[in-house]
T-cell receptor, first 113, second 110 residues
Framework: ETGVTQTPRHLVMGMTNKKSLKCEQHLGHNAMYWYKQSAKKPLELMFVYSLEERVENNSVPSRFSPECPNSSHLFLHLHTLQPEDSALYLC????????????FGPGTRLTVT | GIQVEQSPPDLILQEGANSTLRCNFSDSVNNLQWFHQNPWGQLINLFYIPSGTKQNGRLSATTVATERYSLLYISSSQTTDSGVYFCAVDSGGGADGLTFGKGTHLIIQP
């Protein structure tokens, strides 16, 4: 599925760095999501944007800051991360509304040193 | 929130065997999806199946919404079927995120 792209695919950053993850969808959807998959936990939802407004923040620490400038783009800004934040970060999109199928990007594998 | 349980957690089969993966969920759902995660982490959509039965080649799925479970069937397994299979559900209204199970790790041996 190439409808959702993510860059970079791999990222290594120190704890004092600031970096951003980018997600772009070409499916005409208007809801976008960030998920986190770490070694010790199942896939978990981080943020939901619907019609460019944040509708859910799943108790994520403030060192993760999302941004959705339009319905096709989603960013995750990272600053002062901890080693335990190392994980695979997945972006998804769907039509806005209840119960639509979500499509995922290939993910960004983040390592915090 | 809604709970999702998948079984078995691990499954090792010989090539050509059939398998059944199960997903139980604790509340009514608007969306249920099955995914296959490849070795590079990509989640590949297998089925969108909040209710009913669907088939796609060697794979099929059934969701019995009234009894809150879904089954994924893989027939004539191939080594390329190896990987982790996830069930995920959405029980809320509006654009809600998915709640994932812990997955079934399937290994198909030649």
């Amino acid at each position: 599925e190439t409808g959702v792209t993510q860059t970079p695919r791999h990222l290594v950053m120190g704890m004092t760095n600031k970096k951003s993850l980018k997600c772009e969808q070409h499916l005409g959807h208007n809801a976008m999501y960030w998920y986190k998959q770490s070694a010790k936990k199942p896939l978990e939802l981080m943020f939901v944007y619907s019609l460019e407004e944040r509708v859910e923040n799943n108790s994520v620490p403030s060192r993760f800051s999302p941004e959705c400038p339009n319905s096709s783009h989603l960013f995750l800004h990272l600053h002062t991360l901890q080693p335990e934040d190392s994980a695979l970060y997945l972006c998804a999109s769907s039509p806005a509304g209840a119960g639509y199928e979500q499509y995922f990007g290939p993910g960004t594998r983040l390592t915090v040193t | 929130g809604i709970q999702v349980e998948q079984s078995p957690p691990d499954l090792i089969l010989q090539e050509g065997a059939n398998s059944t993966l199960r997903c139980n969920f604790s509340d009514s759902v608007n969306n249920l999806q099955w995914f296959h995660q490849n070795p590079w982490g990509q989640l590949i959509n297998l089925f969108y199946i909040p209710s009913g039965t669907k088939q796609n080649g060697r794979l099929s799925a059934t969701t019995v919404a009234t009894e809150r479970y879904s089954l994924l069937y893989i027939s004539s397994s191939q080594t390329t079927d190896s990987g982790v299979y996830f069930c995920a559900v959405d029980s809320g209204g509006g654009a809600d995120g998915l709640t994932f199970g812990k997955g079934t790790h399937l290994i198909i041996q030649p």
